[in-house]
């Protein structure tokens, strides 16, 4: 009888460029087989995005990337289960892989590792990815300093030397803008353009949201709606808010920790629906919550989710709402509570 395939090693033989063919059809093949396999699969490359990657001569150096990723594979349990992860944008190139089928995956992976080393572009755009259920931290060419929440996407130019820096987010993301009164920043999201020398605040632009947001607790910020003539300047302590479908913006002070305190693993709620806390739960622990039709809701919640699990922050729930629920792997089903006929 054969003894079954540690892909584990297997994994890790191919991360370091020992694998063969036979055993990357294994890889691949394995892979394939389901989302829990690809996702063992993407937290290797996690640890691989976390490797001190180093540039000599314009080339991308691999070998030095493949020796520090070696000595980390050893402490994967502990990198993979990190809230934060530090990427140094002038240390790697990053290969979005999350919108790619598996087998694609593999196979640029399989392309990148055993070809030669790529001349870097001149003017080459990074993509910066921080998945569901994690947070990334981001330091920019110009010691800028960006935190990406969950399911976020950053993407800049390597050539941060033009008369403005600029940056595209997909998402949620808190910014630490270095001072330079002759370069703007500007963060370009899907409706709005939000314009800085050097301040500290947070934006949230999720495609699939019906809120564009700007939070300010240092400095000042304009940001210019699209389809508006005049900017809206927002003071420290303001929270600027853009409703795509009713075309309004409102502007009022706010405690800022609400909304920026995620990026010190801290989800805070202050009077909020439910509809929103259910949201901000399936980005926090990367699952997906289905509300049953017959669910009756109309509680507003006020409380902070630190290190607490999915199961006990439901249990909390519970304790305000008439409602059910069940886990299954990346699913949560909540229904109304179940009452018992009275005798």
Not at 63 to 74: K, Q, V
Not at 264 to 274: E, G, I, P, W, Y
Request: glycine share 4%.
């Amino acid at each position: 009888m054969e003894e079954p395939l540690d892909y584990t090693e297997l994994i890790a033989r191919f991360l370091e460029k020992k694998i063969d063919e036979d055993e990357f059809a294994d890889l691949t093949n394995w892979i394939n087989e389901s989302y829990k396999n690809r996702k063992i699969f993407d937290q290797y490359n996690e640890v691989w995005q976390l490797s001190n990657v180093v540039f000599n001569e314009g080339y991308y150096n691999t070998d030095a990337g493949w020796d520090s990723l070696h000595n980390r594979i050893t402490i994967n349990n502990t990198v993979k289960n990190s809230k934060i992860r530090l990427i140094k944008a002038n240390q790697l190139i990053i290969w979005k892989v999350a919108s790619v089928a598996a087998m694609v995956v593999a196979a640029l992976f399989f392309g990148l590792f055993f070809q030669k080393k790529p001349k870097l572009s001149t003017n080459q755009f990074v993509t910066i990815q921080s998945p569901r259920g994690q947070k990334s931290k981001v330091i920019l060419a110009d010691s800028t300093v960006v935190w990406l929440n969950s399911d976020s996407q950053l993407t800049y130019s390597n050539d941060f030397d033009g008369e403005i820096r600029l940056v595209t987010l997909s998402g949620e993301g808190y910014f630490d803008v270095k001072k330079d009164r002759k370069r703007p920043f500007i963060v370009r999201t899907l409706n709005a353009d939000v314009k800085v020398f050097g301040t500290r605040f947070n934006v949230c632009s999720y495609s699939d949201e019906q809120l564009t947001e700007a939070t300010l607790e240092e400095g000042k910020i304009a940001v210019n709606i699209i389809g508006k003539v005049n900017p809206v300047e927002v003071t420290p302590g303001q929270r600027m808010v853009f409703d795509k479908q009713s075309d309004e913006i409102s502007l009022k002070m706010v405690d800022t920790k609400l909304y920026t305190s995620w990026k010190d693993n801290k989800l805070r709620f202050d009077d909020a629906v439910f509809a929103d806390v259910v949201k901000k739960l399936e980005r926090w622990y990367d699952v997906k919550i289905i509300l049953d039709k017959d669910l009756k809701y109309s509680e507003r919640y006020t409380m902070c989710i630190k290190t607490e699990s999915l199961r006990e922050v439901l249990k909390r729930l519970k304790l305000t709402t008439p409602m059910s629920f069940k886990i299954e792997e990346e699913k949560v089903f909540i229904y109304p509570k179940i009452r018992l006929p009275m005798n």
